[in-house]
């Protein structure tokens, strides 16, 4: 069975500091690796996707993440965050190929601080 | 914006009740998918609809039903509320095929209230 482990709850960085969110999957063949973000009571929206090819992937609002197969992780990095980007952030697997399901994490909860 | 719709954006019932929430696909996508996320958690996979037919079932109990329209547009069904059922339902649709993932789109949501 798939699984996600986000294993920070909540994170506290200061307006214009570096930002990296851990991400951890459990897949047994080659996963589809996603990042979405919720602002309070809004719906998820996608900030970047892995299915194949270069493993540094681009995203939108200047988030980047970098899947390693090594270390089945997927962390979600920024370089200089604005207060803007607090949200919820949840890390998401899905099959490789086919209807299947995406299995999410539990979610960090991002604050900034001026 | 990501063209998914869903109605109404907030609910409440109370236990023993039926609801029935809507959701509206993004223009073109064949494929809708509903997630149930209580308060605090990650969303959790419901069902999947593919063409009008349920596409893979997650663990909920069969009071969880659903539909898929000719226009691709989704009701997720509930029956007997229980006050655990309270929780934002997401739907997010995509456009599936030929075994090929796609990503999925988001709507709002329904907060719903189960008193």
């Known amino acids: 069975a798939q699984s996600v482990t986000q294993p920070d709850i909540h994170i506290t960085v200061s307006e214009g500091a570096s930002l990296e969110l851990r991400c951890n999957y459990s897949y047994g063949a080659t996963p589809y690796l996603f990042w979405y973000v919720q602002s309070p009571g809004q719906g998820l929206q996608l900030l970047l996707k892995?299915?194949?090819?270069?493993?540094l992937v681009q995203g939108i609002k200047g988030f980047e993440a970098e899947f390693k197969r090594s270390q089945s992780s997927f962390n979600l990095r920024k370089p200089s965050v604005h207060w803007s980007d607090a949200a919820e952030y949840f890390c998401a697997v899905g099959a490789s190929f086919g209807n299947e399901k995406l299995t999410f994490g539990t979610g960090t909860r991002l604050t900034i601080i001026p | 914006e990501t063209g998914v719709t869903q109605s109404p954006t907030h609910l409440i019932k109370t236990r023993g009740q039926q609801v029935t929430l809507r959701c509206s696909s993004q223009?073109?996508?064949?494929?809708v998918s509903w997630y149930q996320q209580a308060l605090g958690q990650g969303p959790q996979f419901i069902f999947q609809?593919?063409?009008?037919?349920?596409?893979g079932r997650g663990n909920f109990p069969p009071r969880f039903s659903g539909l898929q329209f000719p226009n691709y547009s989704s009701e997720l069904n509930v029956n007997a509320l229980e006050l655990d059922d309270s929780a934002l339902y997401l739907c997010?649709?995509?456009?599936?095929?030929?075994?090929?993932?796609?990503?999925?789109?988001f709507g709002p949501g329904t907060r719903l209230l189960v008193l």
């Open positions: 997010a649709s995509s456009l599936e095929g030929r075994g090929k993932k796609e990503t999925q789109y």
């Open positions: 892995y299915f194949s090819g270069d493993t």
């Open positions: 223009s073109g996508h064949n494929t």
């Open positions: 609809y593919y063409r009008e037919e349920e596409n």
